[in-house]
């Protein structure tokens, strides 16, 4: 009898040892088996823009030195920006051919057509009209980087302007909502525009071609350069200046200074690059 009870035991305790290994086990694996509720994952950290650093070119007592050096350290932020609206340009160029071979652009390409038409400020009443694609084509174009280094250094001072400085405004845009920007010294009294402020050197390029390529006050500039294009000559500073006589008060004698920066600083052989793409 005791024999019978200590096996029952040694059965009881064997049993009781499988029983504690099977939770172990389950216990080890439970979150496999019974994940319970599903939790938000982490949100993806943003990652912030590279903060340019702007040279000291006041610094520069070299005054060639400081101008190749202004040029050279604006010019990537130009190229980039052309390329981006050359890109769209071609797009716009495969959609119009399209059309006019009696094809209807795609649903994707409607919508980029859309997109782009009120970035360019464009009225569009159909995607599928040839003649409102090349409107919007006109405007969807690049600006020469021998036109836009010369008014950044005319706007900025070469740099060393507290606009440029503190707020990447290198071109003189104003804005007119009151913390927009940065309040010049002299403004007068009666006036309430200010200096536009940016986040970025980029943001105010692109502000700057946006600028050109839809305000109505450069409408020449841009039949300039779609002359340009109908007779396949390139795209140069000198013949877009002209259409710039309202982007500063002193009309005419502006747009000489800046033929006169560009001449002087053989700017028209950066818009070689442009030339050789072909854009």
């Known amino acids: 009898m005791r024999d019978n009870n200590h096996e029952r035991q040694a059965r009881l305790v064997f049993a009781l040892l499988i029983v504690g290994l099977f939770f172990l086990a389950f216990r080890i694996n439970l979150p496999s ?59 716009v160029i495969e959609i119009i051919e399209k059309v006019e071979n009696g094809g209807n652009p795609d649903r994707s390409e409607r919508d980029f057509l859309r997109e782009l038409s009120i970035e360019y400020e464009v009225q569009m009443e159909s995607v599928d009209n040839p003649a409102e694609l090349r409107r919007l084509l006109r405007r969807v174009d690049i600006l020469p980087p021998s036109l836009v280094l010369a008014q950044a250094a005319n706007e900025s001072a070469w740099g060393t302007s507290r606009f440029a400085m503190d707020g990447y405004n290198f071109f003189g845009q104003w804005c007119y909502t009151e ?15 200010e200096v536009k402020s940016f986040d970025s050197i980029q943001a105010s390029v692109e502000a700057y071609f946006m ?22 000559r390139p795209i140069d500073g000198i013949s877009l200046s002209q259409g710039l006589e309202s ?5 005419e004698d502006y747009i000489n200074e800046l033929r006169s920066m560009i001449y002087y600083n053989d700017l028209l052989e950066r818009d070689m690059s442009l030339m050789q793409q072909n854009l």
């Open 33 to 91: 088996v019974w994940p319970g509720p599903e939790l938000p994952a982490d949100p993806e950290p943003e990652i912030p823009e590279p903060v340019v650093e702007i040279p000291d070119f006041a610094a520069i007592l070299d005054v060639e030195m400081k101008k190749q050096t202004f040029f050279n350290f604006l010019q990537p932020f130009v190229d980039e920006m052309n390329k981006r609206v050359a890109q769209e340009r071609s797009r």
């Open 179 to 193: 913390g927009c920007g940065i309040v010049p010294s002299n403004r007068r009294s009666t006036a309430s525009h």
């Open 211 to 232: 600028n050109l390529n839809t305000f109505p006050s450069y409408q020449d500039l841009r039949l300039i350069r779609q002359r340009l294009r109908n007779n396949n």
């Open 247 to 251: 982007y500063s008060e002193r009309g």
